[in-house]
């Protein structure tokens, strides 16, 4: 499980200027804009479509003319396996059910690890124009604005993120226990927005309180956890 919480914060500016991803975000906007649809990767609720393939082999393809030697770890189709103590951990489009049903709360999710830590992390979300940024011991932006967790003490000031996994299995039952017990609480509210990377970024810059989800997997929170823990927040 993955739990964020936070710290008291105030927002400041940066002249900071990150690399834009806006290859893959353009490849989101175009299909969106065309209507793609997409089909299940399997017998379950979690779908692939065009712009899912697209993307990855966009930004696989820059990333790897750069760094041929680096590890690779992409959510649909490639890996790449080396010696490097460097990996790119990529989801192409993290929310892709949102973007399939036309709801414009998607991105794409970029980080780098070195020997197992995240030292980069990248995430945009094209149809907001909105990219998070950080870099390890550098803090955390949005558009070049330095960001820091919300100043909330408690959880009837935190307004929280969840998600739902898609076996609709025991992770389902555990998440809505999890969400009783936040109510009990008095949890001033609870949200599902679908994509686990931008999740964390509205945590790393104070929209939300804090995040948890079960059974994620790397490329769902590689990036994000570095933007959280670089604005000031703790991942657990």
């Not at 400041?12 to 490849?27: E, F, T």
């Not at 966009?58 to 396996?81: A, G, T, W, Y």
């Not at 936040?182 to 949890?187: H, I, R």
């Not at 990377?197 to 059974?215: I, M, S």
Request: aromatic share 12%; charged share 25%; hydrophobic share 40%.
């Amino acid at each position: 499980m993955t739990l964020l919480f936070i710290s008291r914060r105030n927002v400041c500016l940066s002249k900071k200027k990150p690399l834009r991803p806006r290859a893959a975000g353009n490849i989101h906007q175009d299909h969106y804009i065309r209507g793609t649809r997409g089909r299940a990767k399997t017998a379950s609720y979690d779908l692939v479509t065009e712009a899912d393939l697209e993307s990855e082999r966009v930004i696989v393809d820059v990333l790897r003319r750069k760094f041929p030697d680096h590890n690779f770890m992409s959510e649909e189709q490639f890996s790449q396996k080396t010696a490097s103590e460097y990996t790119w951990i990529i989801d192409p489009l993290d929310g892709t059910n949102n973007f399939a049903c036309g709801i414009q709360f998607f991105c794409s999710s970029i980080a780098l690890v070195k020997d197992g830590e995240p030292i980069l992390g990248v995430v945009y979300d094209v149809m907001h124009d909105e990219l998070f940024v950080a870099e390890k011991g550098q803090g955390a932006f949005l558009n070049d604005k330095k960001i820091l967790v919300n100043s909330a003490q408690s959880l009837t000031e935190s307004m929280l993120i969840t998600g739902f996994y898609y076996d609709r299995g025991q992770g389902m039952v555990d998440t809505l226990g999890n969400m009783r017990k936040f109510f009990e609480q008095k949890v001033m509210g609870i949200r599902r927005f679908g994509a686990a990377a931008l999740d964390l970024c509205y945590v790393a810059c104070g929209r939300a309180g804090g995040f948890w989800e079960f059974q994620l997997n790397p490329w769902d929170f590689a990036a994000g956890m570095l933007l959280v823990e670089e604005a000031g927040g703790k991942v657990t």
